[in-house]
């Protein structure tokens, strides 16, 4: 974990691919003056990330595609509200992407397919397919650490506490509807999101390290 | 952790999996407790990483032109251009004189999207300005001239250095001139935070940038030549004290 915890002084001088968290902000502010270069930029930053989340949540290449292309058109008209006091670029970004996805989702009605899929795959989860993913690796170690972090404190959650995550966060289901989706009683399913949550804050403790407000 | 017993929902709340009352509940509760607001900070960085424990995925090479040509046709600031305006009307217009149904559904696509992306732009500028008036950080000035109109008030939002100013009954200036508001530290001379006018109405809200790091005692408008003075060539017939904010 060593990695992730450097300055990011010394990150910027070892990857060019892969410039450091404070450069996502200033790349922000740039597209909030109305530079569309930085907007060029952060896709080639976090183009991916939001694609694979919008994949996720509406399962269909063409309809992430639309997702990832309303998501930071809507990063772009809104570049100047960014806050770098309530979280990273990157979370800010997966926030907006999620929200479109699930739009699109329930626009589409298709949520209960997605939903059946996403509650029945099985105990490997979203995070499974991290182990053979990579057709196109990250060239940036920090954010490779970080992957590789996220992925394995995701799959090391006992398998209840993880689906009730999964369910929130990707499916886009209230407790309530993932209770019934899971045949569980609520308080089971709001114990195990809150046990979840906490071991997964634990576990990412050196990735959520910034400055403050 | 906490015994706070708010602090069960911070994690769900996060994972936008509260269900409605309580959704509402807490909410509220957030306004008044520092304790939750930094619980569910800190479960919104972990809700934001979810997207990486995702396998790698490489969208179709065309998406990044997509994306740049969707910016190249929506400003971040300001208006949605008015060719889209011109663009459904037009179409319309076609639509009813060569009275083909192809048309008229190609149209109302058209239209629809012009409706669309204004409605969604003026959202993001209701939204943005909300976000600018509503923060700690605000600090206000209201600018009278002798308690009779017009008047106006300024919201500073010292965490982005943005002024929000909220004119009222000030008739518009006469052709040529332009209204200019300045930010004054005493002792130095007058700082120019840029120029504005009013609508018919009198009423203006307009979004102008204070310099990071000045911090004024005073603002106070005067009337210039359009385009606005360097320093101000008469005395200002608006004065106000900064008030509160970080």
């Known amino acids: ?27 922000v502010e740039r597209m909030a003056a109305g530079d569309e270069r930085a907007l060029g930029e952060l896709y080639d930053r976090l183009g991916r990330t939001a694609y694979a989340l919008a994949v996720a949540i509406v399962r269909e290449r063409a ?35 999620r929200t479109r996805a699930l739009d699109l989702v329930r626009a589409q009605g298709r949520r209960n397919r997605a939903l059946a ?4 795959e099985g105990d490997a989860g979203v995070a499974a397919p991290l182990s053979h993913a990579g ?7 920090e954010r490779q650490e970080a992957r590789r972090l996220v992925g394995r404190s995701l799959a090391e959650l006992p398998e209840p506490q993880r689906r009730v995550i999964e369910l929130a966060y990707f499916g886009g289901l209230t407790q309530t509807e993932i209770a019934a989706e899971l045949r569980e009683p609520l308080g089971t399913v709001k114990t195990r999101m809150r046990a979840g949550m906490e071991k997964l804050r634990g576990a990412l403790a050196p990735l959520l390290t910034r400055e403050g407000p | 952790m906490t015994d706070h017993r708010w602090s069960e929902l911070a994690a769900a709340y996060a994972l936008d999996a509260v269900d409605a009352p309580e959704r509402a509940e807490f909410a509220a509760h957030l306004a008044d ?23 790698a995925a490489t969208p179709a090479p065309g998406l990044r032109d997509r994306v740049l040509a969707e ?3 929506v400003r971040p600031i300001g208006r949605p251009t008015a060719w889209l305006w011109l663009a459904a009307a037009a179409s319309l217009v ?40 509503l923060d700690s950080t605000v600090g206000t000035a209201d600018l009278a001239a002798t308690g009779k109109p017009p008047s106006m008030r300024l919201f500073w939002n010292r965490a982005r250095n943005v002024v929000v100013v909220a004119a009222f009954e000030l008739p518009p200036a006469p052709a040529g001139r332009t209204y200019q508001l300045w930010a ?19 009423r203006a809200v307009v979004t102008l940038r204070m310099p990071g790091g000045f911090k004024p005692d005073l603002s106070a408008v005067t009337e210039e030549p359009a385009g606005g003075s360097p320093q101000p060539t008469q005395q200002p017939f608006l004065v106000g004290s900064w008030q509160g904010g970080g």
Request: net charge neutral; proline share 6%; with cysteine.
């Open chain 2, 33 to 55: 407790c520092g304790v939750c607001r930094s619980e569910l900070q800190s479960f919104r960085d972990v809700a934001g990483l979810l997207a990486l424990a995702l396998p």
């Open chain 1, 1 to 27: 974990m060593g990695a992730l915890l450097k300055p990011p002084i010394v990150m910027a001088s070892q990857q060019e691919h892969l410039p450091p968290a404070g450069a996502d902000h200033a790349l």
């Open chain 1, 135 to 141: 057709d196109a690796p990250d060239r940036g170690v």
């Open chain 2, 184 to 202: 004054i530290k005493k002792g130095q001379a007058p700082v120019s935070l840029g120029t504005f006018n009013t609508g018919p109405g009198g």
């Open chain 2, 94 to 133: 076609l639509a009813l004189v060569a009275g083909y149904g192809y048309w008229t559904t190609r149209a109302d696509g058209i239209a629809l999207r012009g409706v669309l992306d204004s409605t969604r732009a003026r959202l993001d500028s209701t939204s943005r300005l909300l976000a600018a008036i």
């Open chain 1, 117 to 120: 899929r996403a509650a029945h």
């Open chain 1, 63 to 97: 309809d992430a595609e639309e997702v990832v292309a309303d998501a930071f058109g809507q990063a772009w008209r809104t570049a100047d509200q960014f806050d770098p006091g309530r979280g990273s670029v990157g979370a800010w970004l997966a926030t907006i992407t």
């Open chain 2, 71 to 73: 910016a190249r046709r």
